[in-house]
């Protein structure tokens, strides 16, 4: 089956502690992404990754931390830098063809700071 | 700063209805606008995409349209369904990066 898979599906920490987050493909696909939903609201992009062993920063980058070693793999590690990392947390990924860019999304993983 | 707007936020129908949902976007030099389905606490389901060069995109029951110039797409639901009930967002891409709009969440009802 392709696809993306994202674990835990139910996440719970400590304020002070560090949490990452998978994500892994089987797609082949050159570009992922973290995104954060807060209820009722879109998404906004966390980092973003084109090609293995590079990534940006999005939008809301602050508290966040990622690599990419692996081209199937985009962790996501939620530092006690940020502040309210209560939210829902979806990876998505793309082939990167010309100006098209089609997201596909994993399940996503509910973070909840006890 | 690119920002994506969708109006309506919810909508309630009853089965059987025609309807259009709205995404508007501020700045026309977008790659492709791509539409999505989400279901309470679920990831999100890819529905159709346009490409910039395009004017629509039809998929069953669903079909898309895009007028870049002036920085607006819909989303038109023919023949509802209790099973179409979730919330649907829009998204534009430039460069790689992907803005979305906060979505508006239909309810149809039997």
């Known amino acids: 089956d392709g696809g993306i898979t994202q674990s835990p599906k139910y996440l719970f920490r400590k304020e002070g502690q560090n949490v990452t987050l998978s994500c892994e493909q089987n797609?082949?696909?050159?570009?992922m992404y973290w995104y954060r939903q807060d209820p009722g609201q879109g998404l906004r992009l966390i980092y973003y990754?084109?090609?293995?062993?590079?990534?940006q920063k999005g939008d809301i980058a602050e508290g966040y931390s990622v690599s990419r070693e692996k081209k199937e793999s985009f962790p996501l590690t939620v530092t006690s830098a940020q502040k309210n990392p209560t939210a829902f947390y979806l990876c998505?990924?793309?082939?990167?063809?010309?100006?098209?860019?089609?997201?596909?999304f994993g399940p996503g993983t509910r973070l909840t700071v006890l | 700063k690119q920002e994506v707007t969708q109006i309506p936020a919810a909508l309630s129908v009853p089965e059987g209805e025609n309807l259009v949902l709205n995404c508007s976007f501020t700045?026309?030099?977008?790659?492709?606008l791509q539409w999505f389905r989400q279901d309470p606490g679920k990831g999100l389901t890819s529905l159709l995409l346009?490409?910039?060069?395009?004017r629509e995109q039809t998929s069953g029951r669903l079909n898309a349209s895009l007028d870049k110039s002036s920085g607006r797409s819909t989303l038109y639901i023919a023949a509802s369904q209790p099973g179409d009930s979730a919330t649907y967002l829009c998204?534009?891409?430039?460069?790689?990066?992907?803005?979305f709009g906060d979505g508006t969440t239909l309810t149809v009802k039997p």
């Open positions: 998505a990924s793309s082939i990167l063809q010309g100006t098209v860019n089609e997201q596909f």
């Open positions: 797609l082949n696909h050159d570009a």
């Open positions: 990754s084109q090609i293995v062993n590079d990534f």
């Open positions: 346009i490409q910039s060069s395009q």
């Open positions: 700045d026309s030099a977008i790659y492709n």
């Open positions: 998204a534009v891409s430039v460069a790689g990066k992907s803005t």
